[in-house]
């Protein structure tokens, strides 16, 4: 018997929380590691939800942008992840509103996966990272063929298999990375 699953709808933060917030928590550490996110850089989050790298960010020290389509992923940031050194906005990944370089990092967990124009996000997320900054992405590695809308509506889901992430800047140094959760701890306690 088919399970009839609703178009996800990024309406309700407290629900994004439950499925997916949880495991932004456990990457923001291991992801922001990787990408050689350093204090003092002026970050931009791109899907930022509720705001959980975003907060990352600001607690390393940086000033930290989290833009999202979500207004209520966006009230659920500012309401439970508010820093002095955040703001929230409200944008479009595919036509971002600021200009060419001016973030030292540009990132995104959990988000570039389930947008369907990503060429063009990525586009945009090299054009307002500075030359020789840092964009990076993390997604859930779906083995199997879970596609992201069945793990939202999933808890029993396994989802630390994995991390991935790549810089995408044109002429800068590319790093693919991928590591189980246990890879990780095991690279960290080394």
Do not use: K
């Amino acid at each position: 018997m088919a399970i009839s699953v609703p178009p996800f709808m990024a309406a309700d933060p407290t629900v994004y929380e439950h499925f997916m917030g949880r495991w932004s928590r456990r990457l923001a550490g291991p992801f922001l590691d990787f990408a050689g996110v350093r204090p003092g850089e002026r970050v931009l989050d791109v899907g930022c939800g509720t705001g959980v790298i975003t907060a990352a960010l600001a607690e390393r020290g940086c000033v930290a942008i989290g833009m999202d389509a979500s207004e209520p992923y966006l009230d659920g940031a500012r309401r439970d992840r508010s820093h002095p050194n955040i703001v929230y906005e409200h944008g479009d990944a595919r036509r971002m509103r600021y200009p060419d370089a001016s973030f030292d990092v540009c990132v995104s967990t959990l988000a570039i996966d389930v947008i369907s124009e990503v060429d063009e996000v990525a586009a945009e997320m090299r054009r307002v990272t500075r030359p020789g900054g840092v964009v990076a992405c993390c997604v859930i590695d779906f083995w199997g063929g879970i596609s992201a809308q069945d793990l939202v509506y999933d808890t029993g889901a396994v989802l630390d298999e994995g991390i991935s992430a790549a810089g995408l800047l044109e002429g800068a140094p590319t790093r693919v990375g991928q590591w189980t959760s246990s890879a990780v701890a095991q690279e960290r306690a080394d």
